[in-house]
């Protein structure tokens, strides 16, 4: 018994969506000369997530493409954290931790900052 016949493989035509949802973003952010390294690393990873087929290495793909976006100030926790004043952070979405905030209650108090609770109860 012979296998059955393959029909031979066609080229498999590629998805633009996330290339494309990636000029449409580039275009809106003000991005200096600094920014170019990102600006081309996001293009590449962009087209590497577009022709791609395997789920897992598009989920890799887009955890990276994800960081090189929040660098560039084009997530939505980004740009929080670009008005609020703080460094994003994309393990907390851009929030600092309970330590942070300790730390700076701390830092404040050793620099002669006057106690959280100034008011009397």
Known sequence: ??????????PTRTSRAVYAALNKTLKTLQLGEQDKAGEALARR???AIDQETSGRTVAELGRAMLAVLESLGA??????????GVQPNAATGGQSSALDELRKR????????APVDATSS
């Not at 018994?1 to 066609?10: D, G, L, N, Q």
């Not at 701390?106 to 900052?113: F, K, M, N, S």
């Open 1 to 10: 018994m012979t296998p059955p016949k393959r029909s031979p493989s066609k």
């Open 45 to 47: 990873l962009a087209t």
């Open 75 to 84: 997530t939505p926790a980004a740009r929080r954290a670009i008005v609020k």
């Open 106 to 113: 701390r830092d404040r108090r050793a620099h002669g900052a």
